[in-house]
């Protein structure tokens, strides 16, 4: 059992890099493209995530393509429209300011896509989800070295999922869980934009957090 033992000074900039991720959106995009070797340490870090079984269940489709975003940023408005009369009138009309995508501003979309095993998995034959849950872990870990890199991602969850595999002409059995817009920022935030905006508040750690159960 020779593994890395890391020191306090790698615990306290772990914690500043997951205190400082941040949500980025198309207007705080620069069309500066990334550099490929960036591109591998986020699909490194990516592809480092434990995962259930140690299946590795994710594949990735690095989109350039302006044709192609088009599509997408398509699916992204059809969907968008459908959401604002979700939320109360109250909300609406702060709903409709936000910018939540950076589709087309991102030099890079990543769609990350869950591939189902065609044979049992350890760990996961009573609960097939992990193997989903385990390609969110790889979705975190592209985050947390983004933002080391000072990189912006942001999730876009306002798609259809069924249009983005057809456009990317993804396998019948893939199942989209991450489209991300990746690429250098003009800043980050110092505080989450939609605690900044008091879209939600802040859950304490005492309203979340139960000892030996509910």
């Known amino acids: 059992m020779e593994g890395k033992h890391f020191e306090e000074t790698a615990v306290a900039v772990l914690q500043d890099i997951i205190l400082h991720r941040r949500d980025v959106r198309g207007n705080r995009f620069l069309s500066k493209p990334l550099e490929e070797e960036v591109v591998d340490k986020l699909l ?6 434990p995962s259930v079984g140690f299946s590795q269940p994710w594949e990735f489709v690095l989109i350039r393509d302006e044709a192609v975003k088009q599509r997408i940023k398509a699916s992204f408005n059809e969907e968008n429209e459908k959401a604002v009369p979700v939320f109360s009138e109250e909300k609406q009309p702060d709903y409709i300011r936000l910018k939540l995508e950076g589709i087309m501003e991102a030099p890079l979309n990543i769609a990350v896509f869950y591939k189902p095993s065609d044979k049992p998995v350890l760990g996961q034959t009573s609960m097939e989800e992990a193997g989903l849950y385990s390609v969110v872990c790889a979705v975190q870990n592209m985050w ?8 912006g991602i942001g ?3 306002i798609l259809d999922a069924e249009k983005v595999k057809h456009i990317l002409n993804a396998p019948m059995e893939n199942k989209l869980v991450a489209y991300l817009c990746v690429g250098y920022t ?3 935030y110092t ?15 005492q309203a979340v957090v139960f000892k030996e159960g509910y």
Do not use: C, D, Y
Not at 44 to 49: D, E
Not at 144 to 151: C, G, T
């Open 191 to 205: 505080q989450p934009e939609l605690e900044i905006l008091q879209w939600e508040k802040r859950k304490m750690k």
């Open 144 to 151: 947390l070295m983004a933002r080391a890199l000072n990189i």
């Open 44 to 49: 490194t870090a990516a592809l480092n995530a």
């Open 186 to 188: 003009n800043g980050f």
């Open 155 to 157: 999730w876009v969850s």
